[in-house]
């Protein structure tokens, strides 16, 4: 059994080994660790490797990992299916949401950011493989979302994010990836600088076309039960 430090060691080589492979400047790439059913023991093993920003999908299950862990001041991303019943926590516990693919979450959002914080900062859910069923706006939809979101000056619109239908095919998880930040390319926004696509299974693919930050769970803290 590899450690926590070697896992984290060994990916962040990947990431470095990628950046150089595909042109990118190192340190384009950043790593969110996505933490879910990881325990708050878990995810302190991989902060001590060096780890700060963490991914939780499920916000009953966060929130009390976010509580025992507040004292090292991580940076929680939200990276699940926003319920609008649990926006009003969403907005006062997180730093990040990258689900962000209804304008009613938007608002709710915007309306429950706590005013002693900075804007919340938010990425747009594109549905890149167009599956049905999936979370996610289509790209056709993203510019008249994308200006109905101006409207909530407390989210920060960073950028896309996207969760692919798995592939094993390199060249169509990279086709995926190329859509996505074709997409971005086409928005002109001040703070637009973010990519938020690849995991475990493809992240290679997500740097080579354009990654910023990479959302990686078992290959740092092994395999979910
Ligand atoms: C779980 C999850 C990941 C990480 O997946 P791994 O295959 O464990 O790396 C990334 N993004 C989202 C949205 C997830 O839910």
């Not at 979101?149 to 920060?156: D, K, N, V």
């Amino acid at each position: 059994m590899s450690s926590p430090s070697d896992r984290y060691q060994a990916v962040r080589t990947e990431i470095e080994d990628f950046e150089r492979k595909y042109g990118r400047n190192r340190g384009a790439v950043r790593l969110l660790a996505a933490s879910k059913q990881q325990s708050a023991a878990n995810i302190l093993a991989i902060a001590q490797a060096g780890q700060t920003h963490f991914g939780e999908n499920y916000l009953d299950e966060a929130v009390g990992k976010i509580a025992e862990l507040a004292p090292h001041g991580f940076e929680w991303h939200f990276i699940g299916r926003v319920q609008s019943n649990k926006t009003r926590a969403i907005a006062a516990q997180f730093d990040w949401v990258h689900s962000v693919d209804r304008l009613k979450i938007a608002r709710r959002l915007h309306e429950q950011r706590p005013a002693d914080l900075d804007r919340l900062n938010i990425c747009i859910e594109v549905n890149i493989s167009a599956e049905q069923g999936k979370g996610g706006i289509d790209v056709e939809e993203l510019p008249a979302f994308i200006d109905a979101l101006q409207a909530f000056e407390r989210l920060r619109i960073r950028g896309l994010m996207a969760l692919p239908a798995p592939s094993s095919d390199f060249e169509v998880q990279r086709a995926s990836f190329r859509a996505l930040a074709r997409a971005r390319a086409a928005i002109d926004l001040p703070d637009f600088d973010t990519l938020s696509m690849g995991t475990s299974q493809d992240f290679e693919a997500a740097i080579a076309e354009g990654a910023t930050m990479v959302r990686i769970g078992t290959a740092l803290f092994g395999p979910r039960s």
